[in-house]
Nanobody, 124 residues
Framework: QVQLVESGGGLVRAGGSLRLSCTAS????????VGWFCQAPGREREFVAA????????YYRNSVKGRFTIPRVSDKNTVYLQMNSLKVEDTAVYYC?????????????????WGQGTQVTVSS
């Protein structure tokens, strides 16, 4: 089993930045993709961004392109989501998840392990 734990959420003003972390523990963490998803109140969970194992491929939904990035790091047990120029509409619980394959990183059923989520609140 792999356990994923998100951290780094909090309250920030619009225009500010946060860096979320997704740390894996348990058995050896190998993955095809790690994805970030968010769920705002009253809405379904949605794809935000994903990175493949090599770190040479990332994918972002349109509304966060140019603002959010997943930096490539050497520590394969931790994946980050750098969130800049935050907007009020980014307010949500953010989850990380891991999948065996990177074929369609937006597909939630492809993800095997999920974290508990971390709250991000952006105030105006």
């Amino acid at each position: 089993q792999v356990q994923l734990v998100e951290s780094g959420g909090g309250l920030v003003r619009a225009g500010g930045s946060l860096r979320l972390s997704c740390t894996a523990s348990g058995r050896t963490f190998n993955y095809g993709a790690v994805g970030w998803f968010c769920q705002a109140p009253g809405r379904e969970r949605e794809f935000v961004a994903a990175i493949n194992w090599n770190g040479d491929s990332t994918y972002y939904r349109n509304s966060v392109k140019g603002r959010f990035t997943i930096p490539r790091v050497s520590d394969k047990n931790t994946v980050y989501l750098q969130m800049n120029s935050l907007k009020v509409e980014d307010t949500a619980v953010y989850y990380c998840a891991s999948a065996k394959y990177y074929s369609d990183p937006t597909r939630q059923p492809d993800y095997d392990y999920w974290g508990q989520g971390t709250q991000v609140t952006v105030s105006s």
